[in-house]
């Protein structure tokens, strides 16, 4: 058999198991996994010695170029496609960004229009406001592009972005029915209005009171009342970054009633906590949700070794310094999130692996096997078998970093990680069977990725 590329000499984790093995590439896809596979049949080989081989890393949640109070989020699809390239990211999951009663076929095209510059390949889940005015036949011709999941939110309705319980019902339903699936964020409104005009009323508008605004059970009712519509319709809920320990219970508990209840938590809920908003650059660090106590992260880690949070994603927001400087006093109106594409699987596998939070083959399948299921992108994605697309990292687990803002390529003056020492980084990373990132050279280019059209939940 001839090989465009073979990697040579690497440990792949597979699954939930880890082995030496070569991995030989033909025409974009996986050809073969041995040992001694023979070098003289490929055209280059790539040595992966001490290193470890896996799929290529699925970012499922991501906001590039995002209009969001007032500004746009600092990254496109080109810059935070690049930035995610060297952390391991060789497809992301974005969000169509549509006017209120737009139809999603024709957000869902624009979207890719603004996508088309992205190195790394790409899909979006499609952002629905309310469900009243949207037609079944509507998500159908979504679907049909493959477009298989929906946002929606349960907080924001200040903004016209809330889907009242009602609607969310008829949603699930039709969703169901499309074999789709339904991610949410999970607030409860009125808690959330509540107490930022109580905080507002008071002048409490510094940063240390974002936690207060959206305390930890505004998370939890709406995480409850999403399982219950779930369990009584359907829709596959997937419920969005996840940060406290009571939405974890119920997550846990949801499973047993909720055909394809699923969930995820992000970096900066695993390793930061609300004490990050009392520092001089505190408002640096606004997210909603807000950073949790200890107790809620220590709880995210077990939820994970557990196989209770099914995935990790980044939710990427990221905004410069100037973006946010503005709004020092005034948490109510900045904008809201933080960068992660590119040190999402250094920091898991630096905090979680070495560790002994998580094993090796459990961190993998957070940010590949997992998110590749759980959205429709298996097994071409998240994959290391025969026939899959050649997404392959090759992990270094001596490669080691200060986490720098200024060395980082996330288009952004800010870092909430910034100083933290990891290691975990690419040596190698290739892209449908092409290198992307050799060493500390990106290789690949402005446009190179693809739209991915997703399965159903049927199909999957």
């Known amino acids: 058999m001839k090989f465009d590329y073979l990697v040579k000499n690497g440990t792949v984790v597979f699954g939930k198991d880890s082995f030496e093995a070569d991995v030989g590439v033909t025409n974009d896809r996986i050809s073969a996994i041995g040992n001694n596979l023979d070098i003289k049949s490929a055209e280059e080989v790539y040595d992966a010695e001490g290193c470890y081989v896996t799929p290529g890393f699925i970012d499922s949640h991501v906001h590039m170029s995002l209009p969001v109070a007032g500004t746009v989020s600092s990254d496109d699809f080109f810059t935070g496609g690049k930035a995610g390239v060297w952390g391991g990211v060789t497809t992301v999951i974005d969000f169509t960004t549509p006017e209120p009663d737009q139809d ?10 603004e996508a088309e510059i992205s190195p790394i390949d790409y899909s979006f889940h499609g952002t629905l406001y309310g469900f009243d005015s949207v037609e079944p036949e509507d ?9 298989t999941s929906f946002k929606f939110f349960t907080a924001y309705s200040e903004s016209g972005r809330r889907t009242p319980d009602g609607e969310l019902l008829e949603a699930f ?28 009323q008071a002048g ?16 939890s009712l709406a995480v409850e009342t999403v399982t219950q519509l779930g369990e009584r319709v359907g829709g596959n809920p997937h419920l969005a ?64 070794e557990a196989g209770v949070i099914d995935s990790v994603a980044t939710d990427h927001c990221p905004f410069k310094r100037d973006q946010k400087e503005g709004f020092r006093n005034d948490f109510l109106n900045i904008p809201q999130g933080l960068p992660g594409i590119e040190t999402m699987a250094s920091l898991l596998f630096t905090e979680g692996v070495e560790e002994n939070r998580l094993p090796l083959e459990r961190a993998v399948s957070l940010i590949s096997e997992n998110p590749a299921k759980i959205f429709g992108l298996y097994p071409e994605k998240g994959s290391l078998l025969v026939g899959s697309d050649a997404d392959l990292v ?10 720098d803002p200024d060395s980082l390529h996330m288009n952004t003056d800010f870092n909430p990680f910034a100083g933290k020492t990891s290691r975990w980084w690419p040596r190698f990373v290739f892209l449908r069977g092409r290198p992307v990132l050799e060493e500390d050279r ?19």
């Open 104 to 113: 999603p076929v024709e957000a869902i095209e624009e979207r890719k229009t």
């Open 139 to 147: 998500l159908k011709r979504a679907v049909n592009l493959g477009v």
């Open 173 to 200: 339903s039709v969703i169901e029915e499309l074999g789709g699936k339904s991610m949410v964020h999970c607030e409860n409104d009125e808690v959330v209005k509540h107490e930022r005009e109580r905080l507002r």
């Open 204 to 219: 409490k508008e510094s940063i240390e009171n974002h936690p207060l605004s959206r305390p930890d059970i505004s998370e």
């Open 241 to 304: 970054h996840l940060t406290t320990k009571e939405s974890i219970d119920l997550l846990n508990h949801g499973k047993y009633r909720v055909k394809g209840l699923s969930g995820e938590t992000c970096p900066q809920y695993l390793l930061l906590t609300e004490s990050s908003y009392e520092s001089e650059e505190g408002y640096l660090y606004s997210a909603t949700p807000p950073l949790r106590e200890d107790d809620d992260r220590e709880a995210l880690w077990r939820g994970l």
């Open 394 to 403: 090759v992990l270094d687990p001596d490669k080691e970093k200060e986490i």
């Open 442 to 460: 990106f290789t690949g280019r402005q446009s190179g990725g693809k739209w991915i059209k997703r399965k159903t939940q049927s199909e999957a």
